[in-house]
Antibody, heavy 118, light 108 residues
Framework: QVQLVESGGGVVQPGRSLSLSCAASGFTFGSNGIHWVRQAPGKGLQWVALISYDGRHQYYADSVRGRFTISRDNSKNTVYLQLNSLRDEDTAVYYC???????????WGQGALVTVSS | SYVLTQPPSVSVAPGQTARITCGGNIIGSKRVHWYQRKPGQAPVLVVYDDSDRPSGIPDQFSGSNSGNTATLTISRVEAGDEADYYCQVWDSSSDHMVFGGGTKLTVL
């Protein structure tokens, strides 16, 4: 069955960096884009980024463009999210999700908590 | 940027029908998807492409989309359906995924 497992969350000071990983299994990884979506405490879902199936195209929310970088290694069935210049408002649970039809997320991981705090 | 508007909360008695709306400018021209999120769990896709259900999702969940409003309908509501529900579209003009603010469904 499809599985997505996030790792790399933790507590980090404002202005510092953190890297998240999303390990995938149960589907043809190299044929699907992957999204990152986050949920801040008490808030709704917020899309963060999308990487295409081949890694050639990346799309970002305005709030993270220039600070976050999405990448993938199809030989390792893994997608990464590099979070730089972190702010308090980046505190959230970060989910990776499998893309379907370049339009929606049909499977989600359990999430990784990132806390930005001094 | 494209905006989706949902009511913050909807309440319904067990066995009744819940309708959760999602408003957006000419949303009827877009494909709308709906997610259920229960506390402590990952979101689950319950309706995609306005009205289709993924395998394993019961037929009590249905959707429609026309004009400026998309609607998720949950029939025969039970306590286990209490959750936050989010609508979502892909905005091709900005290449952004957009979520509504979410609706908390309470079963009375």
């Amino acid at each position: 069955q499809v599985q997505l497992v996030e790792s790399g969350g933790g507590v980090v000071q404002p202005g510092r960096s953190l890297s998240l990983s999303c390990a995938a299994s149960g589907f043809t990884f190299g044929s699907n884009g992957i999204h990152w979506v986050r949920q801040a405490p008490g808030k709704g879902l917020q899309w963060v980024a999308l990487i295409s199936y081949d890694g050639r195209h990346q799309y970002y929310a305005d709030s993270v463009r220039g600070r976050f970088t999405i990448s993938r290694d199809n030989s390792k069935n893994t997608v990464y999210l590099q979070l730089n210049s972190l702010r308090d408002e980046d505190t959230a649970v970060y989910y990776c999700a499998k893309d379907l039809m370049s339009s929606l997320c049909d499977y989600w991981g359990q999430g990784a908590l990132v806390t930005v705090s001094s | 940027s494209y905006v989706l508007t949902q009511p913050p909360s909807v309440s319904v008695a067990p066995g009744q029908t819940a309708r959760i709306t999602c408003g957006g400018n000419i949303i009827g021209s877009k494909r709308v998807h709906w997610y259920q999120r229960k506390p402590g769990q990952a979101p689950v896709l319950v309706v995609y492409d306005d009205s289709d259900r993924p395998s394993g999702i019961p037929d009590q969940f249905s959707g429609s989309n026309s004009g400026n409003t998309a609607t998720l309908t949950i029939s025969r509501v039970e306590a286990g359906d209490e959750a936050d529900y989010y609508c979502q579209v892909w905005d091709s003009s900005s290449d952004h995924m957009v979520f509504g603010g979410g609706t908390k469904l309470t079963v009375l």
